[in-house]
């Protein structure tokens, strides 16, 4: 989930632990849990620092480590340390237990998304990835605002988290089904299909969609039980062995191509260079796939320069490469 609304998980925690009887008995640990509360609500995104070094560190890590197993350990009881210096007299077991709750809803979430996590680290390096909820989702980050203004106004937070939680289990539900009925409308109609990815948008009915079957690529949305396939790609072999041994060791197409299921491949040569393109079929805007890694090459097979990332135009994307349109 966006930065957002992880905040606002973290206050529906906060409100929540005013259930605990040991919480309330004391204004060191309710003052203590709210914190941590908050502060495990963001503590896995802290490789967002990554970005600040490249885009393909980014990519290849962002949502790894600090969402693993260890990490939802470790984060919880590195907040409880640092907050008992503060608030000494805390209960340090019902800090550590809500900082817990706080940092595992925080990765449970993200599972959801289409982006997903590497949660079961350090079993599996698999990216898990249900697609139900988009990142940023509207319902999900209004009912939580409408919740801390019922608390700021003088309902019981606690009880008022139990019923917004309540509602928001009957809504990813309903937002599992609405998924599960766009599978079976595409298995229909695409009987050879090899590979379906359908990845929610912020608009509870509509879903992005890429399907792979035996020899096409298709793009498309999905809008109840309706689908439209906008574009049509042919699948194609890459043709040239050595300029695919040139450039696969590239960092920005190592990191597009571990965070990429569903892509297609341009290359355009010209007399003094060559252009590999590799664009992400998932992600399709107003006709535009902004997801992308891009190579130069010299004629000798030398990487002039590379990106990967998320651009919206072609003078922004060569000005990131560093080299002027032709």
Do not use: C
């Amino acid at each position: 989930m966006d930065t957002g609304t992880h905040f606002v998980m973290g206050a529906a925690i906060g409100g929540l632990a005013t259930l605990d009887p040991v919480v309330m008995s004391s204004d060191a640990t309710a003052t203590a849990v709210l914190i941590a509360a908050i502060v495990g609500s963001q503590a896995p995104d802290v490789d967002t620092i990554l970005k600040l070094k490249n885009n393909a560190l980014y990519i290849k890590h962002h949502r790894g480590i600090t969402h693993s197993i260890p990490a939802v350990i470790l984060w919880p009881i590195g907040i409880t340390l640092i907050l008992l210096l503060f608030f000494p007299d805390a209960n340090w077991l019902h800090l550590w237990s809500w900082a817990f709750l706080a940092v595992f809803l925080h990765v449970f979430v993200d599972i959801f998304n289409a982006y997903g996590t590497q949660a079961l680290r350090p079993f599996s390096d698999k990216w898990v990835a249900l697609g139900w909820i988009n990142t940023f989702d509207p319902f999900i980050f209004g009912i939580h605002l409408v919740g801390i203004m019922f608390w700021t106004l003088g309902a019981h937070p606690g009880y008022t988290f139990l019923a917004i939680y309540a509602v928001l289990v009957v809504y990813y539900i309903l937002r599992y089904r609405s998924k599960q009925n766009i599978k079976r409308i595409i298995s229909k109609r695409f009987p050879d299909l090899k590979k379906v990815i359908i990845a929610p948008t912020i608009r509870f009915y509509q879903w992005r969609v890429a399907i792979i079957d035996h020899d096409h690529f298709y793009v498309g949305k999905a809008f109840k039980d309706e689908l439209i396939i906008y574009d049509e790609f042919k699948r194609l072999p890459f043709p040239k062995e050595h300029i695919l041994s040139a450039i696969q060791g590239d960092e920005n197409v190592s990191a597009f191509l571990s965070f990429s299921p569903a892509y297609r491949w341009e290359i355009e040569e010209e007399d003094d260079k060559i252009e590999v393109r590799f664009i992400d079929l998932r992600y399709r805007k107003d006709g535009h796939y902004p997801f992308v890694a891009i190579v130069h090459l010299d004629r000798d097979l030398n990487i002039i320069s590379s990106f990967t990332g998320w651009v919206y135009s072609e003078e922004k994307l060569q000005k990131k490469l560093e080299i002027l349109p032709d």
